[in-house]
Structure formats: structure tokens, C-alpha cells
């Protein structure tokens, strides 16, 4: 919930983490816990509001801090801390609360309690690709790094806004004629291979479009399964795709 200062919220959300850790273990399901709204929400242009107040961003990290110590020793079950789902930061930030550096006294919070559990940062521009052109890596074990892969956005959201009408085909061609496939989608991924092979590190692809399932499923199926046979990813880690996501206190799947 985007309440202005998240009073109580986070002890609620804490709580229902526990519910579902309970289910999920009777279950045999491990879960990615993932924070969808932050303290203070966002700015209409998405832009993160904790980036620019200082009490904010300790929330935050205090949320985190808070989840690591009830939850540590559940390894079994919570495979991962999804510290922010799809950052935006567009503005200067405040000093020590840029979305990078925020992410990582979240980490540092986890880690002073749990030095297992899976600790999932992404980059600033919507989790999107391009954000790994000049994204540093965190010097903590066990990091993995999410990207969210919506291109191209006329297919992966169409018939979910207004702006991207249904019967756009995957594979095919754009407005301008430009065709789209496995290979092109790769050459739009290369910022996030590079920065896999520079770094060693383990990617997770953690959301792959809101495309309306129902009007074309055809073409959905066939972006997904190329999303998840990229040609030059055979060297890359994924995390095993049975993993569920809890999204502030609500259970999710990509």
C-alpha cells in the first residue's frame, strides 16, 4: 500500500511473509520475497520518492533489517530478497539514498543477520536492460541481479493500456517495419550478458510483460520461450523457474 510514511505496514507485511512461508513449505514451493511499493510509493513519472528523503530511505533499509532477523534460518523456503521491484531514479538523490547505494545498505542490513539467503538488486531504469550499461555490481555473496524483459513494449503490454492496441505478432514487424525475433530481442539483452560475463554473476529475468494472455496466447507463448532460449546465455546462471514471488504481502508468478 503507498502509504505516505508507511506507518505499520511493514510489521503487517512481515507477518504475512510468515503466512506464506508456512504454505509454502508444506507445499515444497520456495519463494522470492519482492518489494513492489517502497516506502513513500513513487512519483507519477515512477520516479522512487525515498531517493529524496533521508527518513524514507532508512525505512527501507530498516524494513529489510527487520524482514532478514524474523526470517533468518528459513533458507529452505525464501530462496530471495527482491530489495525493490523496477527502480526509477531520473533526479539527483540525496547523499547515501541514490538507488544504487540504497540497495546496498539494504543488503549490508540483511546481511547482518543472514549471510545465506539470496539478496536480488536491479537496475535504475525500470529494471530494464539498458540500466546494466553502467551499473556497478555489489561486492556481497550471493547477489543476483534482475532484469525485466519488456521488449519490445508494443507486444509484451499490448491490450493493457490504451497506447499498445492488440495485434502486434511476436515474431514479426514493428510500426517502422523493423522485424523482431530471438535475434533481435539477444541484441537488446547484450548490456545485461556483458555485465554477467564481467562480473560472474547470476541474472534473473523476473518479469517478462502484462501482455493480455486471453486475446493472443499464440504469440505470448512464443516470446516467452525465446526469452528463456536466448542463444548466447548458455554460460549465464538462472535461479530454477518454480520460484513464486511474494510481492508485498501478496503471492505472484513469473
Request: aromatic content about 12%.
Amino acid at each position: 500500500r503507498p502509504l505516505p510514511n508507511w506507518a505499520g505496514v511493514d510489521d503487517e507485511m512481515i507477518a504475512r511473509f510468515a503466512w506464506f512461508c508456512d504454505c509454502a513449505e508444506r507445499n515444497g514451493i520456495r519463494l522470492i520475497v519482492d518489494l513492489h511499493t517502497p516506502p513513500g510509493g513513487r512519483d507519477k513519472d515512477g520516479e522512487v520518492r525515498l531517493y529524496h528523503d533521508k527518513a524514507l530511505a532508512a525505512r527501507f533499509v530498516d524494513f529489510w533489517r527487520k524482514t532478514a532477523a524474523r526470517f533468518k534460518g528459513n533458507h529452505d523456503v525464501i530462496y530471495g530478497y527482491d530489495l525493490l521491484n523496477e527502480p526509477v531514479q531520473n533526479r539527483p538523490a540525496l547523499p547515501d539514498c541514490d538507488y544504487w547505494t540504497v540497495q546496498k545498505r539494504a543488503a549490508e542490513a540483511i546481511r547482518e543477520s543472514d549471510s545465506e539467503t539470496s539478496i536480488i538488486v536491479a537496475p535504475k531504469c525500470w529494471g530494464l536492460s539498458d540500466g546494466f550499461r553502467h551499473f556497478p555490481a555489489l561486492d556481497l555473496d550471493n547477489v543476483i541481479y534482475t532484469v525485466h524483459v519488456y521488449e519490445p513494449h508494443d507486444f509484451t503490454h499490448q491490450g493493457v493500456q490504451k497506447q499498445w492496441p492488440c495485434g502486434v505478432a511476436w515474431p514479426g514487424k514493428d510500426a517502422k517495419g523493423v522485424w523482431r525475433d530471438i535475434r533481435w530481442l539477444d541484441e537488446k539483452l547484450r548490456p545485461v550478458r556483458a555485465f554477467a560475463y564481467d562480473h560472474k554473476a547470476k541474472i534473473l529475468v523476473g518479469g517478462k510483460g502484462r501482455i493480455d494472455f486471453l486475446k493472443i496466447p499464440r504469440h505470448a507463448a512464443g516470446h516467452g520461450k525465446d526469452v528463456q532460449h536466448l542463444p548466447n546465455w548458455h554460460t549465464v546462471g538462472f535461479p530454477a523457474p518454480e520460484l513464486h514471488a511474494v510481492r508485498n504481502g501478496q503471492l505472484g508468478h513469473d
